[in-house]
T-cell receptor, first 113, second 116 residues
Framework: QQQVKQSPQSLIVQKGGIPIINCAYENTAFDYFPWYQQFPGKGPALLIAIRPDVSEKKEGRFTISFNKSAKQFSLHIMDSQPGDSATYFC????????????FGQGTTLQVKP | DGGITQSPKYLFRKEGQNVTLSCEQNLNHDAMYWYRQDPGQGLRLIYYSQIVNDFQKGDIAEGYSVSREKKESFPLTVTSAQKNPTAFYLCASVGTLAGGRWNEQFFGPGTRLTVL
């Protein structure tokens, strides 16, 4: 019940494409769903996050879609650029757990020029 | 500048040695976390601490130890009991996003540990 399953494990798109990364969870107590971006040799950085009372959130070229009934959420990267090549992690947490995040396995994205 | 620092960036350990990884934050965060990252396995929680002088085991605590004597510092010791310690280690601390309800986790730059 504590797992977050992320797919695909790796993804290659052409510049301008729209990569989509999917995550699924079981624990309905989760109420915070962030996405982190990690470049090689660096620590992850928060990219965008959503709470379950909205179905979509956009920040620049990054969009989270959230389906509460299906217990799934996804990250879309519009007009992807080579600089977006990184590893992306989804995560989930619930407010009462003082920041303890459950991470997905990660997706390595390569955007070809 | 506020942030999380980890040192050293690279660390080499001989078999049978204990090594300590440093993590310091000046963000005034109460909670701090240690993760281990291996290729294809995401981030796995080793230990976490929500307040000074208190800490809890995560999912893979065996072979590791921590202390939390100061709010700013949360060092991780990789002991000789950890049979496969070669990995990328990440420290994080938790602050409160605007509105106070959801907690953003800030990560340090990581320490890459290699066993020789």
């Amino acid at each position: 019940q504590q797992q977050v399953k992320q797919s695909p494990q790796s993804l290659i798109v052409q510049k301008g494409g729209i990569p989509i990364i999917n995550c699924a969870y079981e624990n309905t107590a989760f109420d915070y769903f962030p996405w982190y971006q990690q470049f090689p040799g660096k620590g992850p950085a928060l990219l965008i996050a959503i709470r379950p009372d909205v179905s979509e959130k956009k920040e620049g070229r990054f969009t989270i879609s959230f389906n509460k009934s299906a217990k799934q959420f996804s990250l879309h990267i519009m007009d992807s650029q080579p600089g977006d090549s990184a590893t992306y992690f989804c995560a989930a947490a619930y407010s009462g757990n003082t920041g303890k995040l459950i991470f997905g396995q990660g997706t390595t994205l390569q955007v070809k020029p | 500048d506020g942030g999380i620092t980890q040192s050293p960036k690279y660390l080499f350990r001989k078999e049978g040695q204990n090594v300590t990884l440093s993590c310091e934050q000046n963000l005034n965060h109460d909670a701090m976390y240690w993760y281990r990252q291996d290729p294809g396995q995401g981030l796995r929680l080793i230990y976490y601490s929500q307040i000074v002088n208190d800490f809890q085991k995560g999912d893979i605590a065996e072979g590791y130890s921590v202390s939390r004597e100061k709010k700013e510092s949360f060092p991780l010791t990789v002991t000789s009991a950890q049979k496969n310690p070669t990995a990328f280690y990440l420290c994080a601390s938790v602050g409160t996003l605007a509105g106070g309800r959801w907690n953003e986790q800030f990560f340090g730059p990581g320490t890459r540990l290699t066993v020789l």
